[in-house]
């Protein structure tokens, strides 16, 4: 089991940036991937990034934060983080942090919810006009 908390949500005008940050406990040597979702209000919960948790490390964006937002991790302390820049409204919502277990990360999975296993509680984003 892993435990994951989220943290780093806010409220942010337009333009602006936050970082959020996952951290991680339990069996996270078991992981082989950490991975951030979103979602807003009356919407499925979708894919934003995610990054491996090899030596050495992949990463995949959603096409709509590509060059807004970068995912990176710190092995050592068990987080993962994602550094989001030039915040749009269409932004917000509530921030998951996840881990894939069962599954090595592929091209094929790494957007996919049902293949991660574990879910942090979430962290709001409010980004204003």
């Known amino acids: 089991q892993v435990q994951l908390v989220e943290s780093g949500g806010g409220l942010v005008q337009a333009g602006g940036s936050l970082r959020l940050s996952c951290a991680a406990s339990?069996?996270?040597?078991?992981?082989?991937?950490m991975g951030w979702f979103r979602q807003a209000p009356g919407k499925e919960r979708e894919f934003v990034a995610t990054?491996?948790?090899?030596?050495?490390?992949?990463?995949y964006y959603a096409d709509s934060v590509k060059g807004r937002f970068t995912i990176s991790r710190d092995r050592a302390k068990n987080a993962v983080y994602l550094q989001m820049n030039s915040l749009r409204p269409e932004d917000t919502a509530v921030y998951y942090c996840?881990?894939?277990?069962?599954?090595?990360?592929?091209?094929?999975?790494?957007?996919?919810?049902?293949?991660?296993?574990?879910w942090g509680q979430g962290t709001q984003v409010t980004v204003s006009s």
């Open positions: 996840a881990s894939m277990k069962r599954k090595t990360l592929t091209t094929s999975n790494y957007y996919l919810k049902n293949d991660y296993d574990d």
């Open positions: 339990g069996r996270t040597f078991s992981s082989y991937a």
């Open positions: 990054i491996s948790w090899y030596i050495i490390s992949s990463t």
